[in-house]
């Protein structure tokens, strides 16, 4: 077991001295080594997390009103930049941002029952080829990959694949050869939950489909008017014959979504409603996504992070890690990984959530170094259609931040929840989980220190890949000490100590005489007879070399 003592620690301890501020978080003199495994992704909606650019923002239609949260609040790509810049996600050590689709959207709205809505959210596609005006535009999308990409943060586009946006007045349908309105899917098997619409007046795309067809006769004037038709016929035509994909329905959208690598540099896909749609559909994005990543690296050295491969994460409702890596239809199972996939959102993590630390953490270490070795999967506490979250009157914000950003495995935060965001606004259905970001409540005290709380485990984990790639080993059960061990990186942590001085054993992990860092009391300690003594005013330790 390597026990190394970086000089960076003599450095960083003649600059700091032996306890740093409470109100910054010195960054690690050493470039953490990045790993999926241990990504740290915030998810956010668009639309609703920071208004950059009020230039574009939506006013809607006087006999259209709509209902409380389900109409356009003015987030757009801009305010996402101005966030990258202020520091606000390197400070909370996010090291991927994950957004809605920003793919141009209907220019209608819909009354699902519950009041008008609109397509704030993204997953309405009317033209695959454009962003929506109402989101930003194309040189403000590539700026802001340039600005996360300057600070080390990647970036995921959250791309569909499996429906068009639901059919209005102002929009035009898709014809026939491209799409089906029924049956609706009833999730009995692998058939009912494939071959079918999600609900009503949501046309599906006939990915089960391998008639080749033209292009839909809407979009054919579209571009034209836009005289961009010949460009986007041109680039079709050259996508067919270098992938040799047949000219179906799905792989004109596959193309679409591959354009984004291309043009934009992403450095991964989120993939919705993945086991709405066939897994040959997966595995010919990520073969034409991977091809496009490696010639996009290749060409455009200056605006990359590193050689990381193009990264996939699945969006595979009700897939529960602690089931094994198939994902079973009823007549059927289907490993997604096999497909592409990386990771996928694991649905288990809000359940499992309320056991303890260790019952917790040994679960997912034994997952991932068992059935799921080589591959990852992404625990969530919230999300933006998901009406049981943990934790969901934000009674306990900072136990939910120390059981997802210390747990084994990838995480992601959904925005707000480092800031007890409301998820029970007035508001019926998924329409509770979209309110606003709270900026305005950060300088409340309470909500200042939450953040405060996830700020320094997400720092950690950003500067210790093992805290989520690594092998988890309990130290002690009483008090409640553990390791992570992930190459070269090795890290020890503390919760629920003594107030005040506490003495952790660290003599399985260092070896005497290192110096040791805590981050969440911002203080240098040195190894003695297998121990490290910290006195703060908190109960939890984070160690590790820096």
Request: with cysteine.
């Amino acid at each position: 077991m390597p026990k190394f003592i970086f000089f960076s620690c003599v450095v960083m301890f003649l600059i700091f001295g032996c306890k740093g501020s409470e109100d910054a978080i010195p960054k690690s003199e050493v470039t953490p080594t990045f790993s999926w495994d241990n990504a740290t992704i915030y998810f956010l909606l668009t639309d609703r997390f920071n208004n950059g650019d009020t230039t574009n923002d939506y006013v809607h239609p006087e006999d259209a009103p709509h209902a409380p949260y389900r109409g356009f609040m003015g987030g757009d790509i801009a305010g996402i930049t101005d966030k990258i810049e202020d520091g606000y996600f390197t400070d909370l050590g996010v090291n991927a941002i994950w957004m809605t689709p920003l793919v141009e959207q209907i220019k209608g709205s819909v009354d699902e029952g519950t009041g008008t809505s609109y397509p704030f959210h993204g997953y309405w596609a009317r033209d695959w080829t454009a962003i929506d005006e109402r989101f930003g535009t194309e040189e403000q999308l590539k700026e802001m990959v340039a600005a996360a990409h300057r600070r080390d943060i990647r970036v995921i586009f959250d791309v569909v694949a499996n429906h068009t946006g639901p059919v209005t007045p102002y929009d035009e349908v898709y014809p026939d050869e491209w799409v089906k309105t029924g049956p609706r899917c009833t999730y009995q098997d692998f058939k009912t939950t494939t071959d079918c619409t999600l609900v009503d007046n949501l046309p599906d795309i006939r990915t089960e489909s391998d008639k080749e067809v033209s292009l839909p006769p809407y979009l054919v004037d579209k571009w034209k008017s836009e005289g961009r038709y010949e460009k986007e016929v041109a680039e079709l035509d050259d996508w067919f014959e270098v992938t040799g994909y047949k000219r179906t329905a799905v792989n004109y959208i596959l193309k679409w979504l591959v354009d984004f690598i291309k043009e934009y540099g992403v450095d991964g896909f989120r993939v919705d409603t993945v086991k709405h749609t066939e897994p040959y559909v997966w595995a010919n994005l990520w073969k034409a996504a991977n091809v496009a990543w490696e010639d996009y690296k290749k060409k455009n050295k200056d605006k990359i992070i590193d050689d990381q491969p193009f990264y996939m994460m699945g969006e595979v409702y009700h897939y529960y890690a602690s089931q094994g890596r198939e994902f079973n239809f009823g007549d059927q199972k289907v490993d997604f990984f096999k497909d592409g996939f990386h990771s996928l959102i694991n649905f288990d993590f809000k359940t499992d959530a309320m056991s303890d630390y260790e019952t917790l953490f040994s679960k997912y270490n034994d997952i991932l170094q068992g059935s799921h070795k080589g591959k990852s999967i992404v625990n969530y506490i919230s999300s933006h259609d998901d009406g049981s979250p943990f934790d969901l009157n934000r009674a306990h914000p900072k136990d939910a931040g120390t059981k997802l950003l210390l747990c084994p495995g990838g995480v992601q935060i959904y925005y707000g929840d480092e800031t007890a965001r409301s998820l029970t606004v007035e508001a019926q259905g998924d329409a509770t989980l979209r309110s606003f970001m709270n900026w305005e409540a950060i300088t409340e005290q309470n909500t200042d220190e939450i953040l405060k709380h996830w700020q320094k485990l997400g720092r950690f984990r950003n500067d210790h890949p093992a805290v989520g790639a690594g092998q988890h080993s309990m130290l002690s059960s009483a008090p409640y000490t553990f390791s992570r061990i992930y190459k070269e990186d090795e890290v020890v942590v503390g919760l629920e100590l003594p107030i005040g001085s506490k003495k952790v054993n660290v003599s399985t992990v260092y070896d005497d005489g290192e110096i040791v860092y805590d981050y969440y009391s911002e203080q240098k300690s040195t190894v003695k007879q297998g121990v490290v003594s910290i006195n703060s005013p908190h109960d939890i330790v984070l160690l590790g070399r820096k």
